[in-house]
């Protein structure tokens, strides 16, 4: 009886050993100042996590899903205390709330054109841009400042009341995932590599990205058509896009998944959804809104992989401007991409064929943009666990576990990208993309197939 509990045992003071490397992250102040303390910690967690794993997989586990959520749980709460350092993301977060509180539209004005000023102007980024964030998550940061300031003025108690909102989304999301594994017949503990992930913990919990509702909504997609609710999960990427645009990208994968009736049902459960949209029904905020989306592809460069090799080789050949040209060109491919995603004949509409499929897209959607910040990297890990078997795990996982060296690149007065790190870290990607496609290939399952 004890040998059996023993994976369960393990996986536990594994849990419990990656919250006591997490938990010192909040009290090291500016982590960008404290870069080498944060890069030991959350490096070393991520080994262990990865390693752990692995052991345990191989060995079996009987971890229940009450376990998994309690650890994903106390690991979230501990980063409550962080500030944000990493990003500055979350105070032009709580700034577009204020300003919406305030009757002002964030995508008619900038920061800077605003008639009022306090400490979180000062600390929120772009003042000159208007905002990027789409109108679902507008509501979320006016409510969220609401809140907060029902408990006093300081910007602090909306960031609280914003973080609280992150880790409740979050947390959703990991008993979705958990749930939908039990439901394909897959161990829940396939779940660990994501529900306690150093990268995912830090940057969603303690930094407080939307993309925590990114998470959300494809969990909420993937159950939705799980469960054979009204909506088969389509709701959950139109909401889920007026939040944070990315989960739009995977909406047409309904026509290839569902029966023409059931598409148009889904359809019209889903055109609530759509009311989220109607302020880009104004053509200056649509105008405004392109405008900056378009200055993402193009002019804001960090750690775009594909597009800095592109860039490169058009510098090399002396064709300009070279960051539109290789802009343009990658988008190009994006789009290429995705319609082969979205109109590729499949026989399996199961729940891990649309999984697989979304994980794709996002691969095209995350490595091909001039920029391309650590905290993207969450969504493909939440996919990872549903897609266990099908590829790109070590790409993915490598991608996590380098990506937080990217921070290097803001310890100067100017930021500098380390051309090796870019190398590593997408070079890494592709082998083991490639190394792991191979293997699949020739398995023993596969050839006996051939």
């Known amino acids: 009886m004890p040998t059996a509990h023993a994976p369960t045992r393990f996986l536990l003071l594994l849990g419990g050993l990656v919250f006591l490397l997490l938990a010192p992250l909040p009290f090291l102040g500016d982590l960008r100042t404290a870069l080498l303390e944060y890069l030991v910690l959350t490096v070393s967690a991520t080994l262990l996590l ?32 962080m500030m944000p350092s990493l990003s500055d993301d979350v105070y032009r977060y709580l700034w577009d709330g204020r300003l919406l509180l305030h009757g002002q539209n964030p995508y008619h004005v900038t920061p800077a054109e605003t008639t009022f000023r306090d400490e979180l102007f000062q600390l929120q980024g772009y003042p000159t841009t208007h905002t990027i964030y789409p109108p679902g998550a507008q509501l979320l940061f006016a409510g969220a400042v609401a809140v907060g300031q029902t408990f006093g003025s300081s910007w602090q108690w909306d960031f609280l009341i914003w973080k609280l909102m992150v880790i409740a989304s979050e947390l959703l999301a990991i008993y979705l995932l958990l749930r939908l594994l039990q439901s394909q017949g897959m161990p829940a503990w396939y779940g660990v590599p994501y529900a306690w992930h150093p990268l995912v913990v830090v940057e969603l919990s303690g930094q407080a990205h939307t993309d925590a509702f990114w998470v959300l909504a494809i969990a909420l997609m993937l159950w939705g058509f799980a469960s054979g609710s009204a909506g088969k999960g389509l709701p959950a990427a139109v909401v889920g896009g007026a939040v944070r645009v990315f989960p739009f990208v995977a909406v047409p994968l309904w026509w290839r998944f569902l029966p023409g009736r059931d598409v148009l049902v889904a359809l019209a459960w889903s055109a609530g959804g759509l009311l989220l949209l109607i302020p880009f029904l104004d053509p200056v905020a649509a ?9 993402f592809t193009n002019y804001y460069e960090f750690n775009g992989g594909a597009y800095y090799g592109m860039k490169w080789l058009l510098d090399a050949l002396h064709l300009q401007p070279s960051n539109q040209i290789a802009g343009g060109v990658l988008l190009g491919v994006q789009l290429v ?3 082969c995603i979205w109109s590729w004949p499949t ?7 649309l999984a697989w499929r979304m994980l794709l897209l996002l691969t095209f959607q995350i490595a091909l943009p001039a920029k391309v910040h650590v905290w993207y990297f969450v969504a493909p890990l939440f996919l990872l666990p549903i897609t266990w078997e099908r590829g790109l795990r070590w790409g993915w996982w490598w991608l996590a576990l380098v990506a937080p060296f990217t921070y290097i690149a803001y310890t100067g007065p100017e930021v500098v990208e380390p051309t090796w790190l870019l190398a590593i870290e997408w070079g890494g990607f592709v082998l083991l993309a490639a190394a792991e496609r191979l293997q699949k290939k020739n398995s023993p399952t596969n050839l006996g197939r051939a």
Request: charged share 20%; glycine share 10%.
């Open 50 to 81: 990865g390693v752990g794993c692995w052991l345990s997989f191989r060995n079996g586990c009987q971890l229940p899903a009450r376990h998994i959520l309690l650890v994903a749980g106390l690991l979230r709460l501990a980063m409550l205390p």
């Open 287 to 295: 105008g405004n809104y392109l405008e900056v989306m378009l200055r």
């Open 337 to 339: 991409a995705f319609v």
């Open 347 to 353: 026989k399996d509409r199961s729940v891990r064929s």
